[in-house]
């Protein structure tokens, strides 16, 4: 089980998410977002995270020009395209990152799942978020969950990640209801939009961590 908190804006919530036992962090570089940080901030973050956890660049949309600042400046492990990003798209980016990528596909219903065939062989993963309210400028980071049997069957979609109103109470049910390989939180483990509670993010990563086979006791 891998587990990303993700709009990490400082060096406590970098170190408080390696002394958990998360696997990656992530960078949101979207102006709009309550979550945003500058490259040249974010560069010390990358530093101080690198060889200690992965970090993941958290991108809507972007053009070339901002995928190559973030590239030399931040020196990412992951990129994440949280955008309407198609399939072409995401493959061009990959491309030109040379990095694994993670491509979030917004959720709604069962249709919005089946959205995800079409990235397969393209992105290394797929993240299944919640879709943002109509209207909204933010793609994600809302704390909106979704109905997690939308991803029933997904079969050949797997592996997965998760994410869209997740929290310490309920990260461990939507593991054992969904059988997802990562999960993805950023509001959940906040106190404030943008900042994060270290003892909240301490909290998700032990419960999405808890044993596999207390999680399939739970489920059968």
């Known amino acids: 089980m891998k587990v990303k908190i993700c709009g990490v804006r400082t060096l406590e919530i970098v170190d408080t998410a390696v002394d958990a036992g ?25 530093e101080h995270a690198s060889g200690r956890i992965e970090t993941v660049a958290v991108l809507v949309d972007p053009d070339d020009a901002l995928v190559d600042e973030i590239l030399a400046t931040v020196r990412p492990g992951l990129l994440q395209l949280h955008g309407s990003e198609t399939p072409e798209r995401v493959a061009a980016i ?18 919005d799942v089946a959205k995800g065939a079409a990235y397969r062989g393209i992105a290394d993963m797929i993240l299944f978020d919640a879709k943002a309210p109509a ?4 793609p994600g980071g809302h704390g909106l969950a979704f109905d997690w049997g939308a991803l ?3 079969g050949a979609e797997r592996p997965f990640a998760l994410s869209g109103g ?18 993805d939180v950023s509001s959940g483990v906040e106190r404030a939009p943008g ?3 270290p003892d909240l993010v301490r909290r998700f990563v032990q419960a999405a961590k808890a044993p596999a086979a207390l999680k399939k006791a739970v489920a059968s």
């Open 94 to 111: 990959k491309a030109r990152a040379g990095l694994r990528v993670i491509k979030a596909i917004g959720v709604a219903t069962a249709d």
């Open 195 to 197: 900042v994060k509670d």
């Open 135 to 138: 209207g909204s400028d933010l």
């Open 152 to 154: 029933g069957g997904l």
């Open 166 to 183: 997740l929290d310490p109470d309920n990260v461990w049910e939507a593991l054992v209801t969904t059988e997802a390989s990562m999960v």
């Open 22 to 46: 998360a696997d990656y962090v992530g960078l949101v570089f979207f102006p709009k977002s309550p979550r945003y940080v500058e490259p040249d901030a974010a560069r010390p973050l990358a």
